[in-house]
T-cell receptor, first 113, second 117 residues
Framework: AQSVTQLGSHVSVSEGALVLLRCNYS??????LFWYVQYPNQGLQLLLK????ATLVKGINGFEAEFKKSETSFHLTKPSAHMSDAAEYFC???????????WGAGTKLIIKP | GAVVSQHPSRVICKSGTSVKIECRSL??????MFWYRQFPKQSLMLMAT?????????EQGVEKDKFLINHASLTLSTLTVTSAHPEDSSFYIC?????????????FGPGTRLTVL
């Protein structure tokens, strides 16, 4: 079955430090890949998406992600964490033509002062 | 552009009553909308796929008679939770896929918090 794995349900970094949130997917065909952010009691906001163009994708709020086909990964990074980055982050994939998103379990990003 | 609204944002109801949640695409047409349910500290669970003018497709384990979905127009889908019970309390989120299907991106509503007493 197709799946998306986010390594680490919680990631804690210091303010100003590098943020790395991991996402791996299982697929034999090129997927569409997305990262979403969710603040408490709110809906989801798209951070960035990969759609078979450039493998390094830049998103909002200084985030970027790199699609690595050989590793079936789409890890999310940000060079310098800010307190406002504290939220839940979800990786999601569309792997076939029914447009359904397959979701990772989410990673809660905690920013330490 | 690509704004999706949900109404209401919060609703509290008594057990046994029905609640309707609306999902609207405000500035684009959506042939397909999705309804998700999210439990605290968990990821989104797809409940059903709603296609304009046809019956919704429900995921396994989702009761279609309890969660009624209607997608009557290209900008509106509704989810009705019938005879709601406390276990139906959850955060319900809809998303919409534009008719142009740009990059297969779904646009999400802000969610509806349902509390059943």
């Amino acid at each position: 079955a197709q799946s998306v794995t986010q390594l680490g349900s919680h990631v804690s970094v210091s303010e100003g430090a590098l943020v790395l949130l991991r996402c791996n997917y299982s697929s034999s065909v090129p997927p569409y890949l997305f990262w979403y952010v969710q603040y408490p009691n709110q809906g989801l906001q798209l951070l960035l998406k990969y759609t078979s163009a450039a493998t390094l994708v830049k998103g909002i709020n200084g985030f970027e992600a790199e699609f690595k086909k050989s590793e079936t990964s789409f890890h999310l990074t940000k060079p310098s964490a800010h307190m406002s980055d504290a939220a839940e982050y979800f990786c999601a994939v569309i792997m076939d033509s029914n447009y359904q998103l397959i979701w990772g379990a989410g990673t809660k990003l905690i920013i330490k002062p | 552009g690509a704004v999706v609204s949900q109404h209401p944002s919060r609703v509290i109801c008594k057990s046994g009553t029905s609640v309707k949640i609306e999902c609207r695409s405000l500035d684009f047409q959506a042939t397909t909308m999705f309804w998700y349910r999210q439990f605290p500290k968990q990821s989104l669970m797809l409940m059903a796929t709603s296609n304009e003018g046809s019956k919704a497709t429900y995921e396994q384990g989702v009761e279609k008679d309890k969660f009624l979905i209607n997608h009557a127009s290209l900008t509106l889908s509704t989810l009705t939770v019938t005879s709601a019970h406390p276990e139906d309390s959850s955060f319900y989120i809809c998303s919409a896929l534009s008719t142009s299907g740009v990059d297969n991106e779904q646009f999400f509503g802000p969610g509806t918090r349902l509390t059943v007493l």
